[in-house]
């Protein structure tokens, strides 16, 4: 569904957006990383193990254009799509790209990957790229899923290889039609032995684009502000930082360097079932 301020339309996930932002975000470019410490005492009860010999699987779902409905082509995606192939293959990851997926392509797509054995992966990452919708549910190039339709085929009593481990997904799409036009402001332990019991929806993390009810900003030649930022912030800190780390550093980027020709705004949101900080090297 579109809507229209001032002329101009707005919808699926909108692309006024301008055509140049800044390299580095402006606050974090004193950001001294060297005294970031990883590796305490602790190490192996606060960080996720990742000296598997597979980083695990990235599947991309780059839904682009809709035939059969009348949701408008979102030009620009193929951008995203590459620049997280690039950046997830980068990090070990075996990256699989799907493009124009119907929902049914979609769950069976993730069906398949959630049935195979990870026993030798560290990890699962899925970035959605469609359109969205304010109840949750992202868009096949034909009919909306809710999203939890797809994560809950990689709870811990559906796909037991991946208990423990974390499952990441990176979604690029409206979740509303409302628009944020932005507010000034002048502000410059020891191992343990027993098995344990893991919750089934633990160890999920879902990094969204935008909050719930609003727009999400694609430009058309550059990709998208979250997914382009999200990218940029794994290649300059992905060595340093941890997953938690790395988002606030997107949703600081996303806040404070982008905006359209209007003044509207975003911040992503992140919803996190972790329990331990993950980072994307061994």
Same mark, same amino acid.
């Given at each position: ?19 140049? *932002? ?12 060297? +005294? ?7 190490? /192996? ?39 997280? /192939? ?13 493009? +124009? ?15 195979? +054995? ?35 085929? *990689? ?14 997904? *990176? ?86 360097? *982008? ?24």
């Amino acid at each position: 569904m579109e809507e229209s301020q001032n002329g101009v339309k707005y919808g699926g996930d909108a692309t006024d957006a301008k055509e140049y *932002f800044t390299i580095q975000p402006r606050s974090l470019q004193n950001c001294d990383l060297k +005294d970031i410490e990883r590796k305490t005492k602790f190490a /192996h009860l606060q960080n996720y193990r990742t000296n598997y010999p597979e980083m695990g699987m990235c599947l991309i779902i780059n839904n682009k254009n809709f035939h059969s409905s009348n949701m408008a082509v979102r030009n620009g995606t193929d951008v995203d799509a590459l620049k997280l /192939h690039e950046t997830f293959t980068g990090l070990g990851y075996e990256v699989m790209v799907c493009n +124009d997926q119907k929902s049914s392509d979609i769950i069976g797509r993730l069906k398949k990957i959630s049935e195979e +054995d990870h026993s030798k992966r560290s990890s699962f990452v899925c970035a959605i790229l469609s359109h969205g919708e304010e109840d949750g549910s992202i868009c096949g190039v034909d009919v909306p899923i809710h999203i939890k339709n797809l994560t809950d085929l *990689f709870r811990g009593d559906r796909c037991k290889t991946l208990v423990g481990k974390p499952k990441i997904f *990176f979604i690029q799409a409206c979740r509303g039609t409302e628009l944020d036009s932005g507010i000034e402001t002048d502000s410059c332990s020891e191992p343990r032995e027993e098995i344990q019991r893991i919750p089934v929806e633990a160890d999920f993390l879902y990094a969204y684009s935008t909050v719930p009810g609003y727009c999400s900003w694609r430009d058309k030649m550059d990709g998208s502000w979250f997914i382009q930022s999200l990218c940029k912030m794994i290649k300059l800190y992905g060595s340093h930082l941890e997953l938690i780390q790395i988002l606030t550093c997107v949703n600081h980027m996303v806040a404070l360097d *982008f905006e359209t020709f209007h003044a509207k705004k975003q911040i992503p949101c992140v919803v996190s079932m972790l329990t331990k900080s993950f980072y994307f090297f061994k």
